[in-house]
Nanobody, 124 residues
């Protein structure tokens, strides 16, 4: 069982930066792929970024709209995964969720564990 707790969301102006964190419980954190997803009102949850587990060499993946602006990283010693978000735009406004999976996937339905989410609001 893995429990995930996000933090670090908030309100930021367009062009600004924010970092969100996801703290995980469990002693096998490094073996899980960790992903960040977001969900805006009235929309489906969408993939943002992921970093694979130890079996995948900790490779990172990004959706096209955030490439060059967002960076995902993980600290296995602390059981934390981060999402550094730069050059934020109003369209980045959403609830951001972290998830954990044993698979290499960008599909939310294939993630096994989820946090409660943290709100990120970007004002224009």
């Amino acid at each position: 069982q893995v429990q995930l707790v996000e933090s670090g969301g908030g309100l930021v102006q367009a062009g600004g930066s924010l970092i969100v964190s996801c703290a995980a419980s469990g002693r096998t954190f490094s073996s899980y792929a960790m992903g960040w997803f977001r969900q805006a009102p009235g929309k489906e949850r969408e993939f943002v970024a992921s970093v694979s587990g130890s079996g995948g060499g900790y490779r990172t993946y990004y959706t096209n709209s955030v490439k060059g602006r967002f960076t995902i990283s993980r600290d296995n010693a602390k059981n934390i995964v981060y999402l550094q978000m730069n050059s934020l735009q109003p369209e980045d406004t959403a609830v951001y969720y972290c998830g954990a999976t044993k698979r290499s996937t960008v599909f939310a339905g294939q993630y096994d564990y989820w946090g409660q989410g943290t709100q990120v609001t970007v004002s224009s």
